[in-house]
Nanobody
Framework: QVDLVESGGGLVQPGGSLNLSCAVSGNISPFYAMAWYRQLPGKEREVVASIRNGGSTYYSDSVKGRFTVSRDNAKNILYLKMNTLKPEDTAKYYC??????????????WGQGTQVTVSL
């Protein structure tokens, strides 16, 4: 069984930064990409950034140039560095992994997520 624990969210002013982490317990196939997803109020969960084992990355247009995804395979941690945050980034952020690129199908039971709120 694989468990995902997201952390690092919080309240930040527009233009600020946050660093999210996703601790993975258990083994994930090296063929799976890992991704950060977010769910805006009233909308479906969407991929905002993903990364393959070899280091290839993908970013949605809405976060490109502001967010950076990385992974530490030795520690089993996925990161999301979020800069120049905007109010429209307000959402609950989740990590997951699965097949498919650049938007992997989430195959792991969802964690609790971490709330990011961008507001004055």
């Amino acid at each position: 069984q694989v468990d995902l624990v997201e952390s690092g969210g919080g309240l930040v002013q527009p233009g600020g930064s946050l660093n999210l982490s996703c601790a993975v317990s258990g083994n994930i196939s090296p063929f799976y990409a890992m991704a950060w997803y977010r769910q805006l109020p009233g909308k479906e969960r969407e991929v905002v950034a993903s990364i393959r084992n070899g280091g290839s990355t993908y970013y949605s247009d809405s976060v490109k140039g502001r967010f950076t995804v990385s992974r530490d395979n030795a520690k089993n941690i996925l990161y999301l560095k979020m800069n120049t945050l905007k109010p429209e980034d307000t959402a609950k952020y989740y990590c997951n992994a699965g097949p498919g690129w650049p938007k992997p199908s989430a195959l792991i039971f969802w964690g609790q997520g971490t709330q990011v709120t961008v507001s004055l």
